[in-house]
């Protein structure tokens, strides 16, 4: 590894530990806040995975552990925190697709990590994307039951 590229991968690192560490203050905090606070929280700690995104999709490879580790905590961020299940699909998918499509270039040392994100960002892509077809599913039941005059009017 060059020096330079040792410097690149330290940069991303760094930046995806500070952002964890403040994500997960933020997390506890953001339990105990409610309205305009707990919006706040969320937009310090979006902005912040944007900044390491930032620097991960310019510094590293789509396959290097770190860019996969922040795409990742990034889905789940946009999934469980901003509900926007569209976002995080989006955001997984392409993180996942552009490392498959450079797997062969893939190192020995980081193999192991690096095929293990990328097969949790598939589950959470299965999981989501069945969670979102069965909330359609379940809106368009309600909306038969509607039709219909079943239901609650």
């Known amino acids: 590894m060059s020096p330079t590229e040792s410097s690149r991968e330290e940069n991303v690192y760094m930046a995806k530990l500070a952002e964890q560490a403040e994500r997960y203050e933020e997390m506890v905090e953001f339990m105990e806040k ?20 930032d620097i991960a999709l310019a510094e590293l490879a789509p396959t290097h552990p770190i860019r996969l580790g922040l795409a990742l905590n990034f889905s789940v961020f946009y999934y469980e925190i901003l509900n926007s299940p569209d976002r995080a699909c989006s955001l997984a998918k392409q993180a996942f697709d552009e490392a498959i499509s450079e797997l062969d270039t893939l190192g020995e040392e980081s193999y192991k990590d690096s095929t293990l994100i990328m097969q949790l960002l598939r589950d959470n892509l299965t999981l989501w994307t069945s969670d979102i077809t069965d909330d359609a599913g379940d809106e368009i039941k309600e909306a038969s039951k509607r039709e219909s005059g079943e239901g609650p009017q």
Request: glycine share 4%; charged share 30%; no cysteine.
């Open 34 to 53: 409610t309205g305009a606070e707990r919006k706040e929280a969320a937009e310090s700690t979006l902005l912040a995975y944007k900044s390491a995104q």
